[in-house]
């Protein structure tokens, strides 16, 4: 089992940024993938930006060049920098870890307002 735990989300206004962490914990195989999903109230989840044991990343077309996504492998730690927010941005974020199975944080709400 692995264990995802979130932090960093909250309010941030239109243009801001907000930087998310995930700490994994557990019986952690390497390689594997780590990133980030996002989930808008009333929309199905979205994959944002992931990450993977190259450090090769990936990001979704409505993120791109505003969010950041980087990893810490001696702390098993994934980070998203989100700059530029939108209200679009606002969602649920969640952790994602995938290795012999995916794991799901249990999602932090980031709300985009003024």
């Known amino acids: 089992q692995v264990q995802l735990v979130e932090s960093g989300g909250g309010v941030v206004q239109p243009g801001g940024s907000l930087r998310l962490s995930c700490k994994a914990s557990?019986?952690?195989?390497?390689?594997?993938?780590m990133g980030w999903y996002r989930q808008p109230l009333g929309k199905p989840r979205e994959m944002v930006a992931e990450?993977?044991?190259?450090?090769?990343?990936q990001y979704s077309r409505s993120v791109r060049g505003r969010f950041t996504i980087s990893r810490d492998d001696d702390r098993d730690t994934v980070y998203l920098h989100m700059s530029a927010v939108k209200p679009e941005d606002t969602a649920v974020y969640y952790c994602?870890?995938?290795?012999?199975?995916?794991?799901w944080g249990q999602g932090i709400q980031v709300t985009v307002s003024s």
């Open positions: 990450m993977n044991s190259a450090h090769n990343a």
């Open positions: 994602h870890h995938r290795a012999l199975a995916d794991y």
């Open positions: 557990g019986r952690i195989a390497v390689p594997y993938l």
